[in-house]
């Protein structure tokens, strides 16, 4: 048993043996199983279809992040953040620049908050999404995907269009953005918001009533509330089961405050309810890019600190100042004062928390990420012990956790 | 001792109050309260905070190595209440020479994990851990990679 990598706890004693008739198998889920989204292991110790125990095996994607961010300076540890979550790249170039202006008390211009506010709410989309989709995929209904991923290379092109990149958009900069807004961004999220209502529902026509999707969500999944807040368990997880918890309300940043929008919740803790949610959850995030959109402030889109931001290319170009900054920034980078914090925000997946060491140098002395994906996963055990292995695929899916934000 | 700046704060005062001796300091900045814990006292101080003083959440728990520094290693834990909408920082010192401090796991079974991915990359030992293994790097890993003396490239020497 110990040289197929299962631990001793799950090993049977002779006792359980002969107890259970020698029934019991070891079933290897993963690290390759289509369904876990990655390279989640989860060992399942059934007794004929139930699962007697579970044993969760990660960092099969851990890539040392958290070590990279100790030799790079506070500039390029931004494109570090993006392959984190890679489902939700602005969410983590959010949660990592705002932690380092909280250190440097830089002040952004409204302009730079609000374009913020609208592409993390697009990034929520994005990842929500690809979690419907595959979720649904999953389960068993091939076509939502279909929809889905049309939907989302729409969100895709507006990203491209703003940072030139698809996915690793790193568009979020200390002080700022990295880019000015490009001409015509307004028409194109305009032409979003115009069909995506709409597609939202088209997606819940194929689910929402559908006999099968209702079979194999309602009822499954089931986890006390007290059990998620005790195994850490937050997003929309917390909020299917009637907790109205989102650090978007509860601790505004990036002026958040300023808009008009509700925190869905439901009731019956199952994975049906993490589903409508995450559909609701949606529908106020094209509420609140609506906002964003028709209330968008004029001014910079970068903060006016010299020695962060880089200057524009005619001023590097044609004042002797400038060009000094630039060079600074450039070669050595900028210093951070001395000092600590903990910055979080709600990523789709939950609380994304970004803890900053730093010693007053050009580098972070610590950076840890507080990633919804780890703490999530550690509650599957919990989740699934005494339910049928079918539904551990509807379980799992309805946390929508990222194997790179697990394992960092 | 509690610095007085902080007798303000009813958190640090109920910390105080509980156990005068278990607080060695703190500080408030960024709007962000640390209290810094004496490491044998970390687990009675966070059953105190979280059953009678509602921090019901763990967020995370984490370690900054010091290196040279000693004592070598801080321990870190953010708590969350959700009750009073705040959070807490806890930090305790332990030595480089033997790292070990108590777990929390008898508080928040949420630190299962967060615990063993900081013996995982620090080698910090946790007693009373029900499952102390490594969880991101491979069972036969040598050595613990957030360390700072832990080479970020080259072979491992």
Known sequence: MSDLGVPELLAETEEQQAATGGRRMVLNMGPQHPSTHGVLRLLLELDGENIASCVPDIGFLHTGIEKEFEVKNYQQAVTLTDRVDYLAPLSNNLGYCLAVEKLLQLEIPPQAQWMRVLLAELTRLNSHLVWLGTHALDIGAMSVFLYCFREREEILKIFEMFSGQRMMTSYFRIGGLALEPPRGWQDRVKRFLAIFPSRIDEYENLLTNNRIWLGRTKGVGFISLEDMLDLGITGPMLRGAGLKIDTRKDAPYSSYEKFDFEVPTQTANDVFARYQVRIEEMRQSTRIITQALEGMPAGPWKADAPHVVLPDREKMKTQMEALIYHFKIVTEGFRVPQGEVFQVIESPRGELGYYIVSEGTTKPYRVHMRTPSFGNLQAVPRMVEGTLIADVIAAIGSMDFVLGDTDR | ?157
């Open chain 2, 1 to 157: 001792m509690l610095p007085d700046n902080l007798k303000e704060y009813p958190v640090a005062a109920a910390v105080e109050a509980f156990d005068a001796d278990a607080v060695t300091g703190g500080k408030f900045e960024f709007s962000e309260l640390t209290l810094e814990i004496l490491a044998s006292k970390i687990s009675s101080v966070c059953g105190f905070l979280k059953y009678d003083q509602k921090f019901i959440r763990l967020s995370t728990v984490t370690a900054v190595d010091r290196f040279p520094a000693e004592p070598r290693f801080e321990l870190v834990y953010h708590l969350h209440s959700i009750d009073r909408n705040e959070r807490l920082r806890l930090k305790a010192r332990i030595s480089g020479a033997d790292p070990v401090i108590e777990s929390v796991t008898g508080v928040w079974r949420s630190a299962n994990w967060y615990e063993r991915e900081v013996f995982d990359l620090f080698g910090v030992r946790f007693t009373n851990h029900p499952d102390l293994r490594r969880i991101l790097m491979p069972d036969d890993w040598e050595g613990h990679p957030l360390r700072k003396d832990y080479p970020i490239t080259g072979t491992r020497v």
